[in-house]
């Protein structure tokens, strides 16, 4: 199935969560690349090697979500939402490194970058959560509905059982009960 399918009632949300991962996968794969050329080359450790690695693995698992997994998408449960809100840490794990990084740069030019960069990234992780959260929504009106549906069909059953049981208790036990308040014969008060 694809990311276009009709998953969990909503397409739109999927559709633009995936290409959100497969965007921040293509993205951090070359900035991972960079920030090891960073560390082999320069005199300082890039924690990017960390942090944008972190954006792969968590790309590598949405994209997983949608295509290998649909089905647990339809969930919402707090598991599952719990488990989609992950990959906003790693995007707010490279936003506040580039923070970081803009307090410990030298230069005009690494300040303005890492300060654009970190903004970005923390735009990144606000996008992805709102929509994660649109399809958790979704999907819960959607549950909300087929259990208000299946509720009024429990109700309308038990109220049905009830009637039904109160009928033969009144038809057997109301009858016991009359049998049970006659004296039998001969017996003295």
């Not at 290409?19 to 924690?47: C, E, H, M, P, Q």
């Not at 997983?64 to 990959?87: A, D, F, M």
């Not at 923070?99 to 996008?127: D, N």
């Amino acid at each position: 199935m694809t990311a276009s399918g009709n998953i969990a009632g909503g397409t739109d949300y999927v559709f633009f969560i995936s290409r959100l991962a497969s965007l921040l996968l293509i993205i951090s794969t070359i900035f991972w690349i960079w920030a090891i050329v960073n560390t082999v080359t320069k005199d300082y450790f890039d924690g990017g090697v960390y942090t944008f690695f972190s954006v792969i693995l968590s790309s590598i698992y949405v994209l997983y979500l949608v295509y290998q997994r649909p089905g647990t998408l339809r969930s919402s449960s707090l598991c599952v939402e719990t488990l989609l809100l992950i990959p906003s840490g790693s995007h707010l794990l490279v936003a506040v490194h580039y923070a970081i990084g803009a307090s410990f740069t030298p230069h005009a030019w690494g300040e303005l970058y890492c300060v654009t960069f970190s903004g970005l990234w923390f735009g990144f992780s606000i996008v992805y959560i709102v929509f994660v959260f649109k399809l958790m929504g979704k999907n819960r009106a959607a549950l909300d509905d087929e259990t208000v549906a299946s509720a009024a069909v429990a109700l309308e059953q038990l109220e049905d059982q009830s009637e039904k049981e109160a009928e033969d208790y009144i038809e057997n036990e109301g009858g016991a009960v009359q049998e049970s308040s006659a004296k039998p014969e001969g017996e003295l008060i």
